[in-house]
């Protein structure tokens, strides 16, 4: 691009976005872009569905919502995508399923990321990538958007030939008139397509004649990725650009109050420049590694920590405590849920059951390292590379920190080595502030990395999670109550507490609420309770924790009736085929089911436990077969059923269900996040293990498609996997886990 031209890469020129084509018509329309066929198209309202997690806080879902398709007169296609590509596959589903429509191979698209802009607001009136939204909330209108351009192409293809538009068709790009074996190039016609108004009516293709939609189609990105050509914010590099790495206070929201040895470390070899801060300090160099030893030279004097009692990081708070207090909030709360009368079944009651749940915070653990590259320019102007899952935010946050208007900052959305939650804004968690104010004040271009060290102190963390769960039973061991209390704080209420509607955090609650067991009386209280930490959405959010904590204890009904955990879920699903379907599918998938213990054909002991969660529009079905090793649990198989509604790549679906399955069981056996002495005690993957190698069991994915509405995919693969393995654990042991990780408890056979 000629406005970027100083930039310089180590591997390859990066895709960077042009800007938004402006003033556009509610109904869409074509327009010449760079001598290109552009299509606008509006999202439709059924595409906006009900959202979970990060995509629940769109306060006026209806905005409309564009996306623009090129077919260059070179015939090359190009699509600004509004969202994200962070290895879920985005744009190789949007590629499918616009050129299932436009009658051309996904191979032939080049995708790249929108630039900010309001067109480009898909979710619910916002732009943002995450909630496993996507596809979903695009699937529709991106239908659309191909075969009206595919309409638009025949119709100038039938006035260029002469012939009846009917009498023309397409394959993989060009218009066909069989009659006379003419043919022309989508490229060809792209200039003449574009003087024709668009139809509004134009069918879309029965899904029995689809040829890329629901089939495995090759991810556009597996070349660039597998050959190290794929550019992310850490590879970018610009001409003339400084390097800097950062000291963080030690205690989040304390400040430098003085640096001893800021002379000395002025004269480091490569030093540029010494920076304060807000919580940090910040050496700037000619490299990266030479910045990193200047900060870790520097003996900074730091800010007192804040006393006891204050909403702050305090120097007296651990992860410990938070729970305890978590647990003695036991105030009544809000109603999230409310269904029959609970007060009087449980006074009826021949049972009654009750357990506490809790989960730890967990960070996002992360392989590629926060980076940000900030340049103003001799107009004023600033473009920011950064990782991002909403560029409109990040626009306007970067805006106010350089004292700009928005749209003097152009944002640039390179590929993430990851989601998990952790590109959303959360203050002083993300690096691009900092890289704004080194530039501003160094008058040159800086990159600014964290070291794993600096990530692991600064990350925002998934809550802390904390459930009371009462049930009553009948005289035959049914569940004719069940009562829950959620007790916390949720990344919604967090950071997006303007947009926040109504009493009730929905990413506190959700696993919790909206169950499909036929249980006749129910109540779901919120009880809030902040944290003084940095938290964040973590994959699948609320459902991480909540379903673990109310599959878990459906299990402990199921004891507590003298009942078999599976035959218990099947009769309580007696009001919903659809669930009832996906049971039996996964326990097809895992050979059928197996109650308590069993002899395994190596001769050891095992057990399987089963779970189900709803998250994200999908419904799982998932069983685990654990045995013990050593006084820790190993996980062997995981097989999980997943019904989506329908699928645009099921070779995708099955990826990200095993990626999820991995997260969810790492979350399970080992993670944790603990402070002591308002510190963080990990600051590496030595002291934070994740999953690795010897611990991943076999994954086997089942994808049903009942044709509900289409669900999502990234997330709903990792809830059930934490009541699947803690269920397999009690049946195995007798011992029933109400805290994670599992790793805390010693673990013996019954």
């Known amino acids: 691009m000629n406005e970027l031209s100083p930039l310089r890469l180590h591997r390859q020129e990066p895709v960077l976005c042009q800007e938004p084509i402006l003033n556009l018509s509610r109904r869409g329309f074509f327009g010449v872009v760079a001598g290109a066929l552009a299509l606008a198209v509006e999202f439709p309202s059924e595409a906006r569905a009900q959202a979970e997690g990060a995509a629940a806080i769109a306060p006026k879902p209806g905005t409309r919502v564009a ?120 490229g060809e016609l792209a200039t003449a397509a574009l003087a024709l108004v668009p139809r509004e009516d134009v069918p879309l293709k029965d899904p029995k004649d689809f040829r890329w939609i629901g089939k495995p189609v090759a991810r556009l990105d597996m070349r660039d990725k597998s050959t190290g050509r794929a550019i992310y914010t850490i590879d970018i590099r610009i001409e003339g650009m400084l390097h800097a790495a950062v000291q963080h206070a030690p205690y989040l929201g304390t400040e430098p109050e003085s640096i001893a040895n800021e002379v000395e470390v002025r004269a480091m070899p490569g030093v540029h420049s010494v920076h304060r801060l807000p919580g940090a300090v910040a050496v700037v ?142 203050g002083s968690a993300n690096p691009f502030p900092q890289a704004i104010l080194l530039a501003k004040a160094t008058g040159k271009p800086v990159r600014v990395l964290w070291s794993r060290e600096e990530e692991f102190g600064m990350d925002a963390v998934r809550p802390l999670g904390f459930a009371r769960l009462r049930a009553a039973l009948d005289s035959k061991g049914m569940p004719v109550a069940f009562q829950a209390s959620a007790v916390g704080e949720g990344p919604i209420g967090r950071w997006f507490s303007a947009l926040f509607k109504g009493p009730v955090d929905s990413s506190v609650v959700e696993g919790l609420d909206k169950k499909p067991y036929a249980i006749p009386n129910r109540r779901l209280d919120y009880v809030k309770l902040a944290h003084p930490v940095t938290i964040a959405f973590w994959r699948s959010v609320g459902h991480s924790m909540n379903d673990y904590f109310y599959e878990s204890f459906l299990d402990e009904i199921a004891e507590a009736g003298g009942q078999d955990p599976f035959a218990l879920r099947m009769a309580l699903l007696k009001d919903s085929s659809r669930h009832a379907t996906l049971l039996r599918r996964v326990a097809d998938l895992a050979g059928g089911w197996k109650r308590g213990r069993f002899q395994a054909q190596d001769g050891g002991m095992r057990a399987r436990g089963v779970s189900m969660a709803s998250p994200f529009g999908s419904e799982t079905a998932t069983i685990a077969e654990v045995s013990l090793q050593g006084g820790e649990a190993r996980v062997h198989d995981l097989w999980i059923a997943i019904d989506p509604g329908s699928v645009v790549n099921p070779a995708i679906v099955r990826r990200q269900v095993e990626g999820a399955a991995a997260l969810g069981l790492s979350a399970t056996l080992l993670e944790q996040v603990v402070y002591e002495g308002g510190q963080r005690q990990a600051r590496n993957y030595d002291a934070y293990p994740i999953l690795d190698r010897e611990r991943m069991p076999r994954v086997h994915v089942a994808i049903v498609e009942s044709g509900a509405p289409m669900g999502g995919i990234g997330e709903p693969g990792l809830p059930g996997v934490p009541p699947a393995v803690v269920n397999a654990v009690a049946a195995l042991t007798g011992r029933r886990v109400r805290s994670l990780p599992l790793s805390k408890t010693r673990l013996s056979g019954a």
């Open 285 to 426: 160099a000619d490299t990266w590694w030479r910045a990193r030893k200047g900060a870790e030279a520097l003996s900074v004097t730091w800010t007192k920590p804040a006393a006891e009692g204050i909403a702050t990081v305090s120097a007296g708070f651990s992860s410990m405590g938070m729970r305890a207090a978590l647990k003695d909030a036991t105030g009544e709360g809000v109603s999230a849920e409310q269904e029959g009368d609970v007060a009087t079944a449980f006074k009826g009651a021949a049972k009654i059951v009750e357990a506490e749940y809790d989960a730890p915070y967990l960070a996002h653990a992360q392989l590629e390292p926060p980076s940000s590259v900030a340049r103003f320019n001799p107009d004023g102007t600033l473009d920011l590379w950064l990782p991002n899952q909403m560029p409109e935010l990040f626009q306007q946050v970067a805006a106010k920190t350089a004292g700009l208007q928005p749209d003097g900052v152009r944002i640039h959305s390179p590929m993430l080595g990851g989601f998990f939650g952790r590109h959303f804004y959360y």
């Open 67 to 186: 996306a623009f398709l090129e077919i260059r007169p070179n015939g090359n296609v190009r699509l600004l995508s509004p969202f994200v590509e962070g290895g879920q596959g985005i744009n190789t589903g949007l590629a499918q399923t616009i050129g299932e429509e436009l009658d051309l191979d996904p191979s032939r698209f080049t995708v790249e990321c929108a630039p900010p802009g309001p067109d480009y607001a898909v979710v619910n009136g916002l732009r943002m990538t995450g909630g496993s939204f996507s596809t979903r909330s695009s699937y529709v209108a991106m239908r659309r958007l191909g075969a009206t351009a595919r309409e638009m192409l025949l119709r100038a293809a039938a006035a260029h030939l002469k012939v009846a538009q009917a009498s023309l068709s397409t394959d993989d790009g060009r218009v066909l008139h069989k009659a006379s074996g003419r043919t022309l190039g989508y």
